[in-house]
Every structure is written in structure tokens, then in C-alpha cells.
């Protein structure tokens, strides 16, 4: 069984940057494709950005094109979202996601194991 565990969340003004960590255990990550997800307030849970099982491949969402970057660690067993230049639209709870066989899917469904989620708050 994989685990999940994120960090890194926060309250940050607009403009700002932040990087979450996504800490596995029990599994080595390099087997997994990974993704970020994120829930703002009052709405259902949106794709962010996913990375490959190998070849770095990304897939991401329009609107973070340009801001968000995924990565991966797997000596570590670590996965980071980097996320720059801050907007309050970016406010949410942000998930870390594993998938087993499909590969940077942007469909929830795809993905077999998920944290508990880290809070980003972005003040205007």
C-alpha cells in the first residue's frame, strides 16, 4: 500500500510562490505516474499538473501553464509542486495523487492513491 503525505501549504499574498512536498511511504514512487489535484472553496476537485512514470513527460491544466511546475524525486520518494507568481483563484485544498497503470491522466478516476490534502491560501 502507498501512502501519501503533503506539506507545504499555506497563507501567501498574490504575487507570491510556494513549493508543497508529497512524501511517500511503503512503495517506491518511481513505479507511479504522479499528479496534483486541488479543490477551491465550494467547488469539485480539478486537475492541476501530472508527471510521467519516466521520461518527465507533464501534463497540465491551461490555467496554471506557465506558474505550476511538477517534479520528481525518487531516491527521495518525493514529489514537489512548485507554484509561482500566486492569484487568489489559485486558493484551495491541493491533493498529491498516484496511478498505477495510466500515465499523467487528468482524470481523478485514473489515480489509485491520494493524500489528504494541504491547504494554499492566496490573499489579494
Known amino acids: 500500500q502507498l501512502q501519501l503525505v503533503e506539506s507545504g501549504g499555506g497563507l501567501v499574498q498574490a504575487g507570491g510562490s510556494l513549493r508543497l512536498s508529497c512524501a511517500a511511504s511503503?512503495?517506491?514512487?518511481?513505479?507511479?505516474?504522479m499528479g496534483w489535484f486541488r479543490q477551491p472553496p465550494g467547488k469539485e476537485r480539478e486537475f492541476v499538473i501530472a508527471?510521467?512514470?519516466?521520461?518527465?513527460?507533464?501534463n497540465y491544466a491551461g490555467s496554471v501553464k506557465g506558474r505550476f511546475t511538477i517534479s520528481r524525486d525518487n531516491a527521495k520518494n518525493m514529489v514537489y509542486l512548485q507554484i509561482a507568481t500566486l492569484k487568489p483563484e489559485d486558493t484551495a485544498v491541493y491533493y498529491c495523487?498516484?496511478?498505477?497503470?495510466?500515465?499523467?491522466?487528468?482524470?481523478?478516476?485514473?489515480?489509485?492513491?491520494w493524500g489528504q490534502g494541504t491547504q494554499v491560501t492566496v490573499s489579494s
Open positions: 495523487a498516484a496511478a498505477g497503470r495510466y500515465d499523467f491522466s487528468v482524470r481523478g478516476y485514473n489515480y489509485d492513491y
Open positions: 511503503g512503495r517506491t514512487l518511481s513505479s507511479y505516474a
Open positions: 508527471l510521467s512514470r519516466s521520461y518527465g513527460s507533464t
